[in-house]
């Protein structure tokens, strides 16, 4: 795998005891008008204001609008890919004008772009792409990444991180630099807090958090829509649970693909805006981790088209975002509730006909050597917190692991049919999480798997390219979501009978029909 889901949880540790002994960060916000002073960092943020954090002389004459001091909840980054994204996408520095000693330079004019905001690495490099393929050749991705070494002062990547981003967008936009981008794609959260606001207008507490809420609103206004991941751990997480911000989670394949249904898969937040297709997915011979990082890009993309028909989106009315077959046009189209948007898009249609197919070269060995397990009878999942839940904060890129690209297939035999799961592309888990479990989740049941000891260790290292569960194909049915579910613990030594040490993480099995 190219991204290794739980790495957070080590910067997680990390982070919370040192937050623990931090000073807490001071920040005030003056009107844009204020100038001089000085601090740590200084954050114009077009007509909203300016921020000022880690404030060491305030600007003569001018009055805080709102001041705080806080230890902000921190987004942990995941470490290097084993492989980078192979691309390299456009930053958002690079299409804003920038003045330098020739002048003001840039890539030349944009008229039509979407702000990514995301991490400088093959996260934030997948993400961008995938948003600028489905919004089109004429569309611009921009990243602006969240780990500005800029903002190193700071600490984690953490709510001023976020908002120093949108600030930057919105300096660009209300300065007249850019046009406002058609979207903007955040890929990352964090769990929701108990002084998080519902909304701009809803602040429980003044604190960063609520100065993203109102940031928010500021480029809402300009024209823009903002897109969010919403997990993938049944939970919503900040800043997706915006009110203004579209959350998109994964839809669930299967069902969808089948004719069935459009329906999230398990690991969607229920209350999610938006489920959209977010695992199988192969990016230009990269296999993309599953994940609503990649639902809230795609979504990004594909909304570009309807943004230009107001008069169409007036139309749609309420419902959750999702994908639509039309038989008229042979295509896929997007939809809002029973009400879909006549617009093709080939991009999507693409990915879908790459969803039906067998794996793409790069993207998964189907031929990789596997290990036989049987299958339990069928128990509830245990009782133990989501990974997103365990120890506070949560990680910035909702995607799972390990199983890469964890599609199955039915294989024939002469006592029925084998259920092979692809995971060959998997890596390591990193130091200090130790696989316990693991079952074949199907509607609301777990199957838990025969692995040994001496096999789960080889998952956690990422060497267990593919399971075979003999007649597995009597568990799965398109009419129930399919995943592996993994009970996973910080120490091999505890025991999750009685340990409140566990927790759980769960990826989507796409089935492929092709051969």
């Known amino acids: 795998m190219k991204l290794s889901r739980?790495?957070?949880?080590?910067?997680?540790?990390?982070?919370?005891?040192?937050?623990?002994?931090?000073?807490?960060i001071d920040w005030h916000l003056y009107d844009a008008s204020c100038a001089g002073g000085a601090a740590a960092v200084d954050i114009a943020c077009g007509t909203y204001g300016r921020f000022m954090i880690l404030q060491s002389t305030p600007p003569p004459g001018c009055t805080p609008r709102a001041s705080g001091g806080e230890e902000p909840p921190v987004y942990p980054a995941s470490p290097p890919a084993t492989q980078p994204f192979p691309l390299h996408m456009t930053r958002l520095r690079d299409i804003a004008p920038q003045e330098s000693p020739a002048g003001f330079t840039s890539l030349g004019p944009v008229s039509r772009w979407i702000a990514v905001v995301d991490f400088d690495d093959a996260h934030g490099e997948s993400t961008s792409w995938l948003a600028g393929q489905i919004a089109g050749p004429d569309v611009t991705p921009a990243l602006a990444p969240l780990d500005d070494p800029a903002l190193d002062v700071l600490g984690p990547v953490g709510d001023f991180h976020v908002l120093a981003r949108l600030c930057e967008i919105a300096q660009d936009v209300d300065g007249g630099a850019l046009p406002a981008p058609r979207t903007v794609n955040m890929s990352f959260g964090r769990r929701v807090r108990a002084t998080d606001p519902a909304s701009s207008s809803s602040c429980p507490v003044q604190n960063a958090a609520c100065q993203v809420a109102q940031v928010v609103h500021h480029v809402a206004q300009s024209g823009a829509w903002l897109v969010a991941a919403a997990g993938n751990h049944r939970d919503s997480l900040f800043p997706g649970a915006l009110d203004e911000v579209v959350d998109a989670g994964m839809v669930d394949l299967n069902a969808f693909l089948a004719g069935i249904a459009t329906r999230p898969a398990w690991e969607t937040p229920p209350a999610a805006a938006a489920t959209i297709p977010g695992y199988?997915?192969?990016?230009?011979?990269?296999?993309?981790?599953?994940?609503?990082?990649?639902?809230?890009?795609?979504?990004?993309?594909?909304?570009?088209?309807?943004?230009?028909?107001?008069?169409?989106?007036?139309?749609?009315?309420?419902?959750?975002?999702?994908?639509?077959?039309?038989?008229?046009?042979?295509?896929?189209?997007?939809?809002?509730?029973?009400?879909?948007?006549?617009?093709?898009?080939?991009?999507?249609?693409?990915?879908?006909?790459?969803?039906?197919?067998?794996?793409?070269?790069?993207?998964?060995?189907?031929?990789?050597?596997?290990?036989?397990?049987?299958?339990?009878?069928?128990?509830?999942?245990?009782?133990?917190?989501?990974?997103?839940?365990?120890?506070?904060?949560?990680?910035?890129?909702?995607?799972?692991?390990?199983?890469?690209?964890?599609?199955?297939?039915?294989?024939?035999?002469?006592?029925?049919?084998?259920?092979?799961i692809d995971m060959s592309e998997s890596d390591a888990l990193p130091g200090g999480i130790v696989l316990d479990q693991v079952a074949l989740h199907v509607g609301t049941s777990n199957y838990v798997l025969g692995l040994t000891t001496l096999q789960l260790q080889q998952m956690t290292a990422g060497t267990l390219a593919a399971i075979v569960v003999p007649n597995g194909g009597a568990l799965v049915n398109p009419s129930a979501s399919i995943s592996l579910w993994y009970r996973m613990k910080p120490d091999g030594s505890i025991d999750c009978a009685s340990s409140p040490s566990c927790f759980w993480s769960s990826t989507p099995v796409l089935m492929q029909t092709s051969p």
């Open 280 to 420: 199988g997915l192969c990016l230009d011979a990269w296999p993309a981790p599953a994940g609503s990082s990649y639902s809230s890009a795609l979504l990004s993309g594909w909304l570009v088209a309807l943004l230009d028909h107001p008069d169409v989106l007036d139309q749609l009315g309420d419902g959750t975002w999702m994908p639509a077959w039309s038989p008229a046009s042979g295509c896929y189209v997007l939809a809002k509730g029973r009400k879909a948007t006549p617009w093709c898009n080939a991009a999507v249609t693409s990915i879908f006909a790459a969803l039906l197919g067998p794996t793409q070269p790069g993207c998964g060995d189907p031929a990789a050597a596997a290990v036989t397990v049987s299958a339990g009878r069928a128990t509830p999942p245990d009782a133990i917190p989501s990974i997103d839940t365990w120890g506070g904060p949560t990680h910035p890129e909702p995607e799972s692991d390990p199983c890469v690209p964890c599609s199955g297939r039915l294989v024939a035999t002469s006592h029925g049919s084998d259920l092979r």
């Open 6 to 24: 739980f790495a957070w949880l080590a910067a997680l540790l990390a982070a919370s005891v040192s937050a623990s002994h931090a000073t807490p």
